[in-house]
């Protein structure tokens, strides 16, 4: 299995590398399509062009790290956000009016979506080891199960110790008992007898 992400890493991140320079070099086209949206949240006219020279060097930085197998759940999740709202502004099939363009348009937003399931699997992928999730419920029911021992022995000791406080009580009891019995003698032996 490390063989194959060794491999599929590289070829995943390629298209966001590929698409992220292109962006860069080439924004203006890409910030046409993400103007009615910027315009929506009140933003100025150069904000969408910041946004998608924004949004190429994310592609490119984090399309780099997958490459890399640096990081690879974390630059997955970027690569994934990155890519929603690019496919909204460029594939916006929904909104085409030719048939012709609105059938690539679709075709171009199923293959985004594609990109899109395979970065989450990225995401999802531990290696063969157990997630944290796992790990954090693994270890949460140890706990539950280290601190009910804690308790069963702390219990049993309490009870011990009632028991040894009990007798030692009771002792203490008779012995006192005796002592103010033999101190009544004593003290009724001393008294003239009339």
Same mark, same amino acid.
């Given at each position: 299995?490390?063989?194959? *992400? *060794?491999? =599929?890493?590289? +070829?995943? /991140? =390629? ?6 320079? *292109? /962006?860069?070099?080439?924004? +203006?086209?890409?910030?046409?399509? &993400? ?8 933003? %100025?006219?150069? $904000?969408? +062009? ?14 780099? !790290?997958?490459?890399?197998?640096? +990081?690879?759940?974390?630059? %997955? ?6 890519? $929603?709202?690019? &496919? ?37 992928? =531990? ?11 693994? /270890? =949460? ?5 280290? /601190?009910? *021992? ?23 009891? %008779?012995?006192?008992?005796?002592? !103010? ?14």
């Amino acid at each position: 299995m490390a063989v194959l *992400r *060794r491999i =599929t890493r590289p +070829l995943l /991140a =390629t298209p966001f590398v590929i698409e992220g320079a *292109r /962006a860069l070099r080439s924004p +203006l086209p890409l910030a046409a399509g &993400t103007g009615p949206w910027a315009r929506r949240f009140g933003a %100025s006219a150069d $904000v969408p +062009l910041r946004v998608v020279k924004l949004n190429a060097a994310v592609q490119i930085g984090a399309g780099g !790290l997958l490459a890399l197998g640096r +990081l690879p759940r974390t630059a %997955s999740l970027v690569l994934a956000a990155s890519l $929603v709202p690019a &496919t909204l502004a460029e594939h916006a099939w929904w909104k085409e009016e030719n048939p012709e363009l609105r059938k690539d348009q679709l075709r171009e937003f199923a293959h985004r979506l594609g990109l899109f399931g395979a970065l989450l699997l990225g995401a999802a992928d =531990t290696h063969g080891k157990p997630s944290a999730a796992f790990r954090a419920r693994t /270890a =949460t029911m140890r706990g539950r199960k280290k /601190a009910h *021992r804690a308790v069963v022995r702390a219990g049993e000791h309490v009870h011990a110790a009632i028991g040894t406080v009990g007798s030692g009580a009771s002792a203490a009891a %008779s012995g006192t008992g005796q002592a !103010l019995h033999s101190a009544a003698d004593s003290a009724r032996a001393k008294l003239p007898h009339h």
